[in-house]
């Protein structure tokens, strides 16, 4: 009952006719779009899934992440730009701001 309520209420802001009962073909939509957006979305899992061995998928003592190593060198002994700089203060000051005053602003 609050559906309708909440439907006749939008009806009489928008001044626009609005249907109480489904169609048939948004129905149908709906659940195609459930069922095969899910059916798409696994195809990758499982094609992966079945791609290997059964031992090796149940390989617990087998680590399956490798080591992976960076070295960060820099290309030059150059100072790094004012701009660069300045433009980050004005980012991570509009940041702060954003996390402390907005929340203080809605709760006073």
């Known amino acids: 009952f609050v559906a309708v309520h909440i439907l006749n209420q939008l009806s009489e802001m928008t001044k626009a006719e609005l249907p109480l009962a489904l169609d048939a073909k948004a129905v149908v939509e709906a659940s195609l779009m459930g069922l ?3 059916l798409i979305a696994a195809i990758l899992p499982i094609r992966r899934a079945l791609g290997t061995d059964l031992n090796d998928a ?4 087998r680590n399956r992440v ?3 190593t960076v070295t960060v060198t820099r ?4 100072p790094v730009p004012l701009p660069l700089v300045c433009g980050a203060a004005v ?3 509009f940041g702060g701001m954003i996390y402390y005053l907005m929340p203080l602003a809605l709760v006073s």
């Not at 149940?58 to 003592?61: A, G, N, P, Y």
């Not at 290309?75 to 150059?78: S, T």
């Open 36 to 38: 095969v957006v899910p």
């Open 58 to 61: 149940l390989d617990i003592t």
């Open 66 to 68: 490798s080591a992976v």
């Open 75 to 78: 290309a030059a002994d150059e």
């Open 91 to 93: 980012m991570a000051t």
